[in-house]
């Protein structure tokens, strides 16, 4: 077992090329049926500030479907369990690197085992080969991860919820989509969110916008051409079919496509066949079609602009991404999530006040996204690594009145984790409690002081998870606790 009095924490190492201050260190998983050798892993990472969940081979069904929140699987199984429960892990692994736990004195373990894992790790290990592994094959997460961020959808709110929840739900079958909005919405986002949950994930996603490509040159450009098909085609080349095959085709904007193309995008989605410009070879094409559109077709096809027929095949599956204004309890997730893509772009940072925020969340946003995203952008370039306050902002946002209740001293926005509730983006203080002695009594005949704190704390978990709507890590969050001492608390009482 390590030493652990020996060792320094992650924090206390100040490695020059992790700014710990803005990083989360790896969240993860064992699943291990050995008792004392996941108490020994558990006390390790733990010190070493990594979060942590410790399941059973049997408990681990109901989390390996979902495995987006971990940067890593330790597994630890008897050898004639290994085969099944790391075929199970690995399936749902994707590029989640996956730990083998192998005692020392061990039989040595097959090379099929040894091509499922990323790495066979001897346990017990020493300090210097468990840190260079996970460092070597774990980046620590940055902080700017929002909620859901695997999917670069920001927000905890009903509208974007439900958002997510359709993506779930078609993202693996091959069902064509049609995603609905207003402009800048973020429906890229959706398409590109849908491509990495669904089974074509390692294939590339290629999009298409079809309303800034001229209608003589959008046929070239989906289908390709030959050599000397047209004037200037002084070569051959693959259109965007071909190059996004097994993959997926984002046709954005397929509103504005002309009649003629639309005549042959349909001949393709029904056919699943194409030839090039200029050739009569036909090309077979497996390929997802994601469309998207800030137009509402049912107008464009009674107004003669749409085909109606093309309109039903798209329209397998729609998924409308609501509008910035209807869920503007999303923003300070939304500005987390834009100071951190800038940041890790070298592109600059800022701060925001709470006031600032909330002055942000009554904004109208004709421009949804896309204008919160260029005003965020303006703001770093004015104010770099400065806290912006609510009079700082342009002109257009000094009618709002900054609500009573976030009157409060400046704080800086907190970048929301995938951890973290929305109104700690507000720089929200934390909830305070009657000092002890304030508001509760000793009753003349005594109480069982166990049992009433055990009912107080169960209460407060209620509250937080009932605020929370059932998300343990927001609760956890809320509560200052880890998420695996939450967990622990709600398997031993059942308070939700």
């Not at 987006?68 to 008897?78: E, L, R, W, Y």
């Amino acid at each position: 077992m390590l030493n652990l009095k020996s060792l320094k924490s992650p924090i206390d190492q100040k490695h020059p090329s992790i700014e710990y201050a803005r990083m989360v260190l790896p969240n993860i998983l064992l699943i291990d049926d050995n008792v004392i050798r996941a108490q020994q892993v558990e006390t390790v990472l733990r010190f070493l500030e990594y979060e942590f969940t410790a399941v059973g081979s049997s408990e681990s069904q109901s989390i390996l479907p979902d495995l987006c929140g971990f940067d890593a699987v330790f597994v630890g199984a008897a050898a004639e369990k290994q085969a099944i429960l790391l075929r199970t892990v690995t399936e749902n692994a994707g590029n989640i690197p996956v730990f083998l736990l192998v005692e020392k004195d061990a039989q040595p373990v097959s090379s099929s085992i040894q091509q499922m894992v990323s790495r066979l790790l001897e346990w017990p290990t020493s300090y210097s080969v468990l840190t260079e592994e996970l460092n070597n094959l774990i980046q620590p997460r940055r902080v700017v991860k929002t909620t859901q961020s695997n999917k670069g959808l920001a927000g905890s709110s009903k509208a974007i919820q439900n958002t997510r929840e359709l993506i779930d739900q078609v993202a693996k079958s091959d069902a064509t989509v049609l995603i609905l909005g207003e402009s800048g919405t973020g429906k890229e986002v959706v398409a590109q969110a849908l491509h990495r949950a669904s089974m074509r994930k390692d294939k590339p996603f290629v999009p298409v916008n079809c309303g800034a490509i001229p209608g003589e040159l959008l046929e070239s450009e989906l289908f390709g051409h030959e050599k000397g098909a047209f004037t200037g085609a002084l070569t051959s080349r693959q259109g965007r079919f071909e190059l996004a095959e097994g993959g997926t085709l984002f046709l954005d904007e397929i509103g504005d496509m002309p009649m003629p193309m639309q005549v042959k995008l349909l001949r393709v989605i029904q056919e699943r066949t194409f030839e090039r410009v200029g050739s009569n070879k036909t090309i077979q094409c497996d390929v997802r079609i994601v469309a998207a559109t800030h137009r509402k077709l049912e107008q464009e096809i009674s107004e003669k602009r749409f085909r109606e027929d093309l309109f039903y095949r798209l329209n397998v599956f729609p998924i409308e991404v609501p509008a910035l204004r209807e869920r503007a309890e999303d923003i300070p997730y939304l500005v987390g999530d834009l100071i951190g893509r800038m940041e890790a772009a070298n592109r600059g940072t800022l701060k925001l006040s709470r006031n600032a925020i909330a002055v942000l969340m009554q904004h109208h946003w004709p421009g949804n996204v896309r204008e919160l995203s260029n005003l965020i952008e303006r703001l770093a370039i004015i104010f770099p690594d400065r806290l912006v306050d609510a009079s700082d902002l342009p002109e257009k946002f000094q009618g709002y009145e900054v609500p009573p209740e976030s009157k409060l001293d400046w704080q800086e926005l907190e970048v929301v984790t995938n951890e973290t509730p929305g109104r700690a983006a507000l720089g929200a203080e934390q909830a305070t409690l009657p000092a002890p002695g304030a508001a509760v009594h000793l009753p003349e005949q005594g109480i069982d002081l166990k049992e009433y704190l055990t009912d107080l704390e169960n209460e407060l978990i209620r509250q937080a998870l009932e605020e929370c709507n059932g998300v343990v890590a927001h609760a956890a969050k809320l509560l200052n606790m880890r998420r695996t001492t939450l967990v622990e608390k709600l398997r031993k009482v059942d308070v939700a």
